[in-house]
Nanobody, 123 residues
């Protein structure tokens, strides 16, 4: 079983940057598809970005393309999300998730989740 712990959230002004990290324990991280999701107050959890097991393929929701970059370091069992040009509408709790299925934005295809880290973007 894989356990995930996110870090790196915080308060930032619009236009600023943050880098989220997700530390994984367990043997299956390097073979897992990993993703980032977010949930704003009163809204459903939504897909942000995903990366395949090797890091060779990525997938983003349209609203973050060109601003966010997902990456991973399998040697360190860590997933990252570099967030640039942040907007107030990016404010949410950000979750990392992993699964053994293919690259997807469907949260039901992910088997394990972190506890989340808060990102707040002020205008």
């Amino acid at each position: 079983q894989v356990q995930l712990v996110e870090s790196g959230g915080g308060l930032v002004q619009a236009g600023g940057s943050l880098r989220l990290s997700c530390a994984a324990s367990g043997r299956t991280f390097s073979s897992s598809t990993m993703g980032w999701f977010r949930q704003a107050p009163g809204k459903e959890r939504e897909f942000v970005a995903a990366i395949n097991w090797s890091g060779s393929t990525t997938y983003y929701t349209d609203s973050v393309k060109g601003r966010f970059t997902i990456s991973r370091d399998n040697a360190k069992n860590t997933l990252f999300l570099q967030m640039n040009s942040l907007k107030p509408e990016d404010t949410a709790v950000y979750y990392c998730a992993g699964g053994l299925g293919g690259l997807t934005g469907n949260p039901r295809r992910y088997d394990y989740w972190g506890q989340g880290t808060q990102v707040t973007v002020s205008s």
